[in-house]
């Protein structure tokens, strides 16, 4: 029997595929236009052809280091390890890479009848829409050191209550959430599967819905900051398309 929250899920899922699936097809070498690197730069702030140092050895080191003297660094969340080797990477590159590895996870995860009514775990989401406070949250460090192979049975979502009420695409949806949070994933398997290692920035002090996260994203933006690309609030912008088919 499928429930509300199955049928919810399984179209959340299919319309982020689908929004994945466009974005993959703007960052093609023939979906590239003049139009896309305008629309890109508008969301991000950055050209598609600026190189970025985000996940660059130095970089990261910086962001280690930073983190280790925040003084509440035991609120904090893991920190994505991955340093990118190539450091002429430009920021189409890094998304045009980054939207594939999103694809990939979200084609490997799925939607599943809970064993029985009462359980939470529907395959790779949980039903936590009993919690009012939030829409949906996942530990990025789950694929750590994973074999993709094994996102099926290991990756686990979490869904609370304010993501029953956002629309299925478009501006704060559903399909930008689930976005946002695949972006946290960390990379695994020599970088070539996994997220994005995004945050939710500003990480000082770790999580709180009473943080600007939104008002940070368009001062990241509007000032032209590289941390766009590693702000899951930034991110997950690239994907409040609609698609109408
Ligand atoms: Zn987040």
Redesign the pocket.
Known sequence: MTNQFQKMMDEALKATKKVLEQRQKDLSEKGWNADKQNEFFKIFGINGSDVITVDSRKEREKVRKIRKNDKASENLPPMDPYIEVRDDITAYIYMRDGVGRLLDMCTKISVTSPIDSSQRIHGNFVNQTDINDGS???SGDQTLGLNSDSYKNILKINIQQNFVCKPLMGYDSQASTLC??LS?FFRSQDGKHGGLG???MPVSGG?SKNKPYNSNASDLKSSGNQDVFKN??NIEKYFELIIVE
């Open positions: 949906a949250n996942v946002h949070e946290h995004t945050d939710d999580f899951s609030y």
